[in-house]
């Protein structure tokens, strides 16, 4: 018998490491794949001698059939406009025949710069936007291949690879080439380039990691794009021929940690307060019945809830604004104000007992407190701001209030993250010993006193995982990001405006990005990088809980 | 209507649910690609199974961009484009597969500008769309336009109504949307979005955002505007007569969003397609499948496909 037991615990004990280790072996096995499917994407480019008859069998023959017919609908690949000038980009036949509007090089002997037309108040007007220079002097240049690069060999005989829009040379074939009669270079493919002379056989050269591989700078520093007026941040990436991917992970970021704020500015007063009225205050018997009815919010899918929001909310929001703010400081106020009235009530009629009348009180002062808080609303609105807080900001400080918001976006998320929050707090209020919130009633220390000084501190630990535990749901969540936040990738702490957050731009574009494209990368290269930012998040927390427990004694 | 989108969504969810098994046996077609198309295909679809009861049909419609990969991995039999194939996608596709995918312009339709109700426009021109939905403002390189206020005062408000004085809320399609690519070259000319037009995933969501927000302007495809939504006319730059987009007259060739929804199918140099592929061509060229076209609010496409099959099919 006693055997038997001992059997059966050996083989749980190695059926429960079995299980961690592989858990843990497949949390890693995707943090890898993650990694490596993402990190190809700072390879360095780098050249070398290669060979004509590879890049000119199978498939690639075909190809080059095929750019030259896409291309004259497409109307984006370069041609040369006079001796110095080469047209580059964002030329669109119908519009402007010249392939000087948008982008264009213009060669001179040591120095190439690009130039862009940009919109001023009286039309468009050529600014610089790059320079290249090529000390050595100008040999022979190649035109732009469309992942955007031109080749130059100087009169050095060094080859340089450049990319629009970057004055470094992306790659430097450093073994000079004998410059004398070299007067074309022209791209064979992506990847592969050839140097022409009239009396020798072409010289080809092949780049390795070229096309596809980005630096940190273009996904986190401000960059000068063809058309836009400023460096800016901007995540755009390619969808039409011969445009300039734009992947900063800045704005996506920003977005994503926003809406994360927004969320919890909202959730974490009413689920803490929640959590602490239940599991300090509430007679068991209420506990029972309300903690699971609190906890159902949590089955409601994030896209149940956003499909609500979308339908319901967010057009109400619009002319309800200030009525939403009244509420919002209206409640917390009443509540208070009617609860020391209640008790001061109660307290005077010592038949009477408080708390089996409570649902019904809450939800009476709740509606007092909801309605009055409207109407105040309403009201300061139509006394100080001429009717309308949405057009009053907009026409005092400029401050526009987009359909799409981070209000809205912070409610929607807020009743996502709200039960994880709460149900894990309450737990861990509720979990602690008796003895420390009856010990300090019994020295003569008030229910708050005891709470803040008996319970707060053994209960924090447990609290701030339950808040990290809602933050990650919100940094995670997609489908209520999708639909409500509006996907602008703009970067502004305003809550009036709308976010485009990491997740919802994978749920966007990682089904249209070509397997081991840039974009892909990048994508999976973003999805790192909130991985990581979460890491750090929860390493603090974790830091934050181990110093707490040391302090107050409790074993960890 | 309401039992049609219901249907799509069953059909999509399903599509989901039996993706991994798919384009496996003999007799299941599956169609992925376009969402401008979901209507036109799902009617195909429909129609197709009520004919051909033992070919199953699989139709996923999410976008453009998820065409061209689902070819590339042969995932799907046939794609369905809002836009022609770009040339990284081709050069994707021939890398991995050697050859070239076939594309057919089996129909068109056009996109149309719309707006809420209250808002007193009538008509706009394609360049306050560039200077409204543009960052750089390639086509018009005048200032930028933010509120409807600078929009009314220069005379676009005829109709009398009050004006609308808010910002513009600008709505467009994400990324993966032949509509965006198509918009961005015609009338961005070719360029960037501004980083605050709203990306909604699908049409349906943009007529309903512009329904309830007054100061919203949006696109859609013709074939799904709703009369709860007002359709711009839209100003041509050298035209002083705009073109009337509202209703019937947009499925006339006169707009200047018109473009080319493309059928692509991928077979290998000497390959034939299979006999339930060439069913359902056949099908898609026929007076059903032309009346169905015509019935979802497209417009014909040309005779690509005909030729197409009296070669490849007999």
Known sequence: ?556 | MKNRSARRLVVVLATCLFASMSAQGAATLSIVGSDTMSRLVTAWGDAFRAARPDITIEIQVSGSAAAPPALTQQVANFGVMSRPFSNNELMDFSRTRGFLPQGFIVARDSLAVIANHQNPADSISLEDLDRIFSIGRLCSGRSAVTTWRELVDQGIAESGAPPITGRINPLGRTAVSGSYGFFKSNVLCGGDFHSRVVELPGFAAIIRTVEADPNAIGYVGSSFVESSVKVLALQEPNKDASTDMSGKAARRDLSPLTRDLYLYLTLAPGELPSASECAFLRFVASKQGQDILIESGFMHGDDSLSEGLRVSCG
């Open chain 1, 1 to 556: 018998m006693a055997n038997r037991r001992l059997i059966v615990d050996v083989v749980a004990a190695a059926a429960i490491k079995v299980a961690s280790v592989s858990v843990l072996l497949v949390i890693l096995g995707m943090f890898a794949q993650i990694a490596i499917t993402a990190l190809p994407l700072f390879e360095s480019p780098s050249i070398s001698i290669g060979t004509l008859s590879t890049t000119r069998t199978g498939p690639a023959a075909d190809l080059r059939v095929s750019q030259d017919s896409v291309a004259n609908d497409v109307g984006s690949l370069p041609g040369f406009v006079d001796d110095h000038r080469l047209g580059v980009s964002n030329i669109h036949p119908a519009v402007a025949p010249e392939p000087t509007k948008g982008s264009w090089l213009d060669v001179r002997d040591t120095i190439i710069e690009q130039l862009h037309l940009k919109a001023g108040s009286d039309g468009l007007a050529p600014s610089v936007i790059t320079r290249y220079f090529i000390p050595a002097g100008i040999q022979a240049m190649s035109s732009i291949s469309l992942s955007r690069h031109f080749v130059v060999l100087d009169r050095a005989g060094v080859i340089h690879v450049y990319r629009l829009g970057r004055s470094q040379a992306r790659a430097t074939f450093k073994e000079p080439v004998e410059v004398s009669g070299i007067n074309r270079v022209g791209w064979l493919d992506e990847n592969t380039f050839a140097l022409y002379s009239h009396e020798q056989q072409p010289l080809v050269r092949s780049v390795k990691a070229l096309t596809n591989t980005l630096s940190l700078a273009d996904l986190f520093s401000f960059r000068q794009y063809e058309g836009y007026p400023l460096p800016t941040l901007t995540w755009q990436p390619r969808v039409v021929d011969g445009a300039e991917s734009k992947y900063s992970l800045v704005p996506l970021l920003w977005g994503t940690m926003s809406a994360a704020l927004f969320s919890l500015m909202l959730a974490l007063p009413v689920a803490l307060g929640a959590a602490i009225y239940v599991g300090y205050y509430m007679p068991p018997v209420f506990r029972e019945a309300i903690k699971p009815m609190i906890e159902m919010i949590a089955a409601f899918p994030g896209v149940v809830i956003a499909g609500i929001a979308m339908l319901w909310l967010a057009p109400r929001l619009q002319y309800a604004l200030a009525e939403f703010i009244g509420i919002v400081l209206t409640v917390p106020i009443i509540v208070a104000l009617s609860g020391l009235f209640l008790n001061r009530y109660f307290q005077t009629k010592p038949g009477r007992h408080f708390s089996k009348r409570l649902p019904m009180v809450v939800l009476l002062v709740l509606a007092i407190a909801i309605y009055s808080g409207a109407k105040l609303g309403e009201g300061v609105e139509g006394l100080f701001f001429e009717g309308s807080v949405v057009l009053w900001l907009e026409h005092y400080y400029g401050l526009s209030v987009s359909y799409f918001n981070g209000v809205l976006v912070g409610i929607a998320l807020g009743i996502a993250v709200f039960p994880t929050i709460f149900s894990l707090a309450e737990e861990a209020i509720f979990a602690t010993p008796k003895g420390a919130a009856t010990g300090s009633l019994a020295l003569g220390a008030s229910q708050w006193q005891s709470f803040i000084d008996g319970v707060l501190p053994i209960a924090a630990p447990g609290i701030v995982a339950a808040i990290m535990l809602g933050l990650s749901r919100a940094i995670g969540e997609t489908m209520i990001l999708l639909l409500l936040s509006g996907n602008t990738p703009i970067q502004s702490s305003s809550p009036l405006e709308g976010m485009r957050s990491v997740a919802a731009t994978l749920a966007i574009e990682l089904p249209e990005a070509a397997v081991d494209s840039t974009h892909y990368r990048v994508l999976f290269f973003s999805a790192l990088a909130l991985f990581v930012l979460t890491f750090f998040i929860n390493t603090c927390a974790q830091l934050l809980r181990r110093r707490w427990r040391r302090r107050y004694g409790v074993a960890a």
